[in-house]
């Protein structure tokens, strides 16, 4: 004699339906068998001819890296040719890159008067030495002359006779306005080449 089944446990509801369908003449109902899942195909093997490739995360094949352009520094090319030509510059004459009229007989020299001027009072600039051989003592300037005009244009200090001077060339003629004393006079001078031995 079977042990009577408590209603709660749960253990009736399949025994009633397995008795009701043994009487019907009917085997109960097998739960369908799980399908076996299929089986991963097998990868094929990497040629070992073949070079792997970069891909990225989601398997795309990367882009090729492009290589930056070359970058030249220009600065040091340019520092570089500027030497280069001096030392050549230099290596074929550095005279005459220095002092390009010693070089050259027939270029022009700059202009020399041979006065050495001062102020005796503001406005007044006078000849306090003539150079010996000069132009200017050539042509009758003498020390103690005060020189009023150089090229038409009044003269306030020394300075304004040597900027005249200095725009003009050795050959040139300047002229100049004085007084010797008070003896006006007006001279034009014709300007010889200058040297080291001349002076100013």
Known sequence: ???PKHLWS???EEESEAAA???????PLAEPEAEPEPEAAPQPAASPASPPRDTDRVGAVQAPRVREPLQIPWRAVGIAAATAVVILALALGGEALLDPASSHPGAAKPGWLGLKLGVLQRGTVVVTEVRPGSPAGAAGVRGGDVISEVQSRPVAAP????????ALQAGDTLELVGRHGSHPYTVRVRLAARDAKSGP
């Open 1 to 3: 004699m079977t042990t």
């Open 159 to 166: 300075i304004d006779v040597t900027l005249a001077v200095d």
């Open 10 to 12: 749960g253990d009736w």
């Open 21 to 27: 369908a043994r009487r019907r003449g009917m085997a």
